[in-house]
C-alpha cells in the first residue's frame, strides 16, 4: 500500500468517527426534543462519543496534569516525560 492509499484509508476512518459522533449528538437532541430526561440523553450521547473515540474519563487524571504540568494534544493528555494517560 502507498502513501496515498493509507492516507485515504485515515481520512475515510476520520469520517466515519465524525459520522458517528453526529449521530449521538443528533440522537442527543431527538431525547431533548421528546422531553427525555436531559441528563441521562447527556451522558448516552457522551459514552457514544467516548467510545467512538477510544476515550475514557479516568478519575484524577485531568487534575493530576494540571499539577504535573501535563498538556492536552488532539489525542488526550500527555504528561511532561511524553508518556500517556
Not at 493530576?64 to 508518556?83: F, Q
Amino acid at each position: 500500500m502507498g502513501l496515498f492509499s493509507d492516507m485515504m484509508d485515515e481520512a475515510c476512518a476520520k469520517d466515519e468517527k465524525l459520522a458517528e459522533i453526529r449521530a449521538a449528538i443528533l440522537r442527543y437532541y431527538t431525547a431533548l426534543d421528546r422531553r427525555e430526561h436531559g441528563g441521562a440523553a447527556a451522558q448516552d450521547a457522551l459514552h457514544s462519543i467516548e467510545a467512538t473515540m477510544g476515550m475514557r474519563w479516568v478519575q484524577g487524571a485531568s487534575n493530576a496534569s494540571v499539577d504535573e504540568g501535563t498538556r492536552i494534544d488532539r489525542s488526550g493528555l500527555i504528561r511532561p516525560d511524553g508518556s500517556r494517560f
